[in-house]
């Protein structure tokens, strides 16, 4: 019986040690993606604005445009990426096993994530937080003003334990009505059982869409967690890392500088000293990463610079209608922030 | 002397002949029968105008996004349907490829009518057809790559495409399979006899996501790196083996069935083994279990929605998965792309199920 057990143990480290021993094989993600000629890019099975369908298939989106920027930065093609899409369960499996070579799909960052999982974070390139949608009736502008309030909700997901934290951080009055499904909850909603929904802010714009009279509802300004989304990578390759993280710190510097996809190749003349270090005219920043020095410029060029992606995926123009908030370029109020280029 | 000849019989009364008598015996010949056949008619005329109501007068016929299907008074948003039924049918199979798809359903339906009409000539080619050209000439048509076709990745595939090939994969595979474990688990021979006993058991006593979930994400953990087979491939093989595991126990219901005489019999005649189970034995057994193989069929193809906790967008998948696309979120679209995955799979599963009725009166030979 000791025997069997001891051998039993010898299994278990064997497997482990298999498992684990993935990590320093995948330290050259690069050279890796670049032999095989694309990136393989973890995405959602579907969330409006961040990785969606089109009619046509395509996929499009925030999450979706970070990867086609890696791409670009890469290959200087946007289109030399294949999406996979991964089910939360999976996502860090799929990650771990190189059977992706990134995440973005809308992962929340956390200290557990981070450090626990074998997986890094490279930045945050939309700031989500739980909010609410009320009726415009009621005149509440305030989440503060929910005093008494009845939330429909998804059952046991961390927004059920938020919304209670909030209620009683505040002491205020509540009743919880959680359903399974997403779809059930925005229909009780719909039909007058509660009097606000509470989820992610993004995911509040996009169920709206599904109301009755969308008009008649308003998401709250309020944002009661912090839900950072950013692409994730593995553990160990740093120079991976650095792509992926320089990919969105060059839309967000784009942005900052003025640049656009439109006037990119204009702005390779442009004076500034800060964008022509942006788009590879002076410097060596992209071979120090073991790309080529026009990344950034390939990147706007092909996906745009932040603001494009925003608005385009999630913005004002599209039945989304989110507003910038606090997704912002610091300059103007809100989070986005991006280390210079030198 | 007057022969003496009946008066001719009068016709039955008015009220016991005809629809008037069919309704009078059926539906009102107590009290209580009549109560509820009012109301069963009342319930049946609502739900009828409720339905033409939502599927017809209300709905939205025509349009180009969301806008469409606004209306104070919306019922199903069909161009929300006519928008995306070529990603229904064929995933994100490049669209100018599709013509390759077309032809693979054409040529299986062209294989499989004849096959299933048991006046139509020519059955031994036909089943070569069906099991030997059929299989090859659909992989090299939906994956390309050969005779100058452009290769299609697995991934690309969705839709109905991605549901009938791994239902029918799963409905081929699992027939054979299904005997031949049904047969091993009833030998004498030990080892064949646990093999198969642990195969089933084990199948049967894991749900399919699990299966499913291992073949896709646990399996690539332990292969060497680089060494990375098709998703699609992996999903293939774990429904086949889990549906012929459930095979082997309808099959082994037939087999018990068989009584011992039958045996005996082909044993007095000097059939072996192989000869008594081929001419003997399974004819019978097989015939007797028709219900439980087409139940354990539709079961498999409406399993096949499952793929999509894998990353596999099968008809229900990919419905559910263009709800999310915002050009397209209305109160309606949901309900509308629900009820026509739920058409399309209930006249896959309804044929199904009226062809094994059919076999099920034309084999019968006794018990009628």
């Known amino acids: ?342 | 002397m007057a022969e003496w000849t009946p008066k001719p019989a009068r016709p039955a009364p008015a009220s016991t002949v005809g629809f008037v008598g069919w309704a009078r015996r059926n539906l009102f010949a107590t009290p209580g029968d009549v109560a509820l056949t009012l109301f069963g008619s009342v319930f049946i005329i609502w739900l009828g105008g409720v339905l033409i109501d939502w599927a017809f007068i209300n709905a939205s016929f025509s349009g180009d996004d969301r806008t469409a299907c606004l209306k104070p008074v919306q019922g199903a948003c069909w161009p929300f349907i006519d928008a995306k039924l070529g990603q229904f049918i064929y995933g994100r199979y490049p669209e100018a490829e599709t013509w390759r798809v077309n032809l693979v359903f054409f040529f299986g339906l062209a294989g499989l009518v004849p096959m299933l009409v048991p006046s139509a000539p020519f059955k031994s080619a036909n089943i070569f057809f069906l099991l030997g050209f059929y299989p090859v000439f659909a992989f090299v048509m939906l994956t390309g790559g050969m005779f100058g076709l452009v290769p299609v990745e697995t991934t690309d595939w969705g839709g109905l495409l991605v549901t009938l090939v791994v239902a029918v994969t799963g409905i081929a595979a699992s027939l054979p399979l299904g005997i031949l474990l049904a047969l091993g688990r009833r030998s004498k021979l030990p080892i064949i006899r646990y093999f198969c006993l642990g195969f089933i058991e084990i199948f049967r006593g894991v749900p399919l996501i699990t299966v499913l979930f291992m073949a896709s994400v646990m399996l690539p953990l332990f292969l060497p790196d680089g060494v990375n087979f098709d998703k699609l491939m992996r999903c293939l093989i774990g429904v086949a083996l889990f549906s012929s595991a459930y095979m082997a126990e309808v099959v082994r219901g037939g087999l018990q069935a068989i009584p011992k005489g039958q045996y005996e019999a082909a044993a007095a005649l000097g059939l072996g083994y192989w000869k008594t189970t081929r001419l003997i034995i399974l004819p019978q057994a097989l015939k007797l279990v028709i219900p439980g193989i087409v139940n354990t069929f539709i079961g498999l193809f409406k399993d096949t929605t499952l793929v999509l906790i894998v990353g596999l967008f099968d008809l229900l998948g990919i419905v559910q998965f263009h709800f999310t696309d915002a050009s397209w979120a209305t109160p309606e679209t949901h309900i509308t792309g629900y009820v026509f995955a739920g058409a399309v799979f209930w006249v896959f599963c309804f044929a199904m199920s009226r062809y094994s009725i059919f076999m099920e009166n034309r084999l019968s030979t006794d018990r009628q």
């Open chain 1, 1 to 342: 019986m000791k025997m069997l057990s001891y051998k039993f143990r010898v299994f278990v480290v064997v497997i482990c040690a298999c498992v684990f021993s993935q990590g320093a094989v995948a330290a050259e993600t690069l050279s890796i993606v670049k032999k095989r000629g694309h990136m393989q890019c973890g995405v959602s099975q579907g969330l409006p604005g961040f990785s969606n369908p089109d009619d046509k298939g395509n996929w499009v989106g925030m999450d979706v445009d970070i990867c086609r920027a890696v791409a670009a930065a890469v290959f200087g093609d946007d289109t030399k990426v294949k999406f996979t899409p991964l089910s939360a369960k999976e996502r860090f499996t799929a990650l771990q096993s190189g059977e992706v070579d990134m995440l973005a799909r809308n992962t929340t960052w956390s200290m557990h994530r981070d450090t626990a999982l074998g997986v890094d974070f490279t930045g945050v390139n939309y700031y989500d937080g739980q909010g609410f949608m009320v009726r415009k009736e009621l005149g509440i502008t305030n989440s503060l003003e929910l005093d008494g309030a009845s939330l429909c909700t998804n059952l046991g997901t961390t927004t059920e334990l938020n919304a209670a934290d909030y209620f009683r951080t505040n002491n205020m009055e509540y009743e919880i009505v959680a359903f399974e499904k997403a779809d059930e909850a925005v229909a009780a909603y719909n039909t007058g059982r509660c009097d606000a929904y509470t989820t992610d802010q993004s995911a509040l714009y996009a169920q709206r869409l599904k109301l009755t009279e969308p008009g008649a509802h308003i998401v709250l300004p309020q944002i009661i967690s912090k839900e950072p989304l950013g692409p994730v990578v593995r553990q160990g390759d740093n120079q991976w890392g650095d792509i992926v993280r320089w990919s969105h710190f060059a839309m967000v510097n784009a942005e900052e500088l003025g640049v656009t996809s439109k006037n990119v190749d204009t702005m390779k003349t442009n004076k500034n000293p800060a964008i022509r270090r942006l788009l590879g005219v002076d410097g060596t920043f992209g071979t120090n990463m073991g790309i080529s020095n026009d990344w950034a410029y390939n990147i706007i060029r092909t996906v745009g610079n932040y603001a494009e992606t925003f608005e385009r995926n999630v913005g004002k123009s599209t039945p989304l209608g989110i507003a910038r908030g606090v997704n912002a370029l610091w300059t103007q109020g809100g989070l986005q922030y991006a280390p210079p280029v030198r």
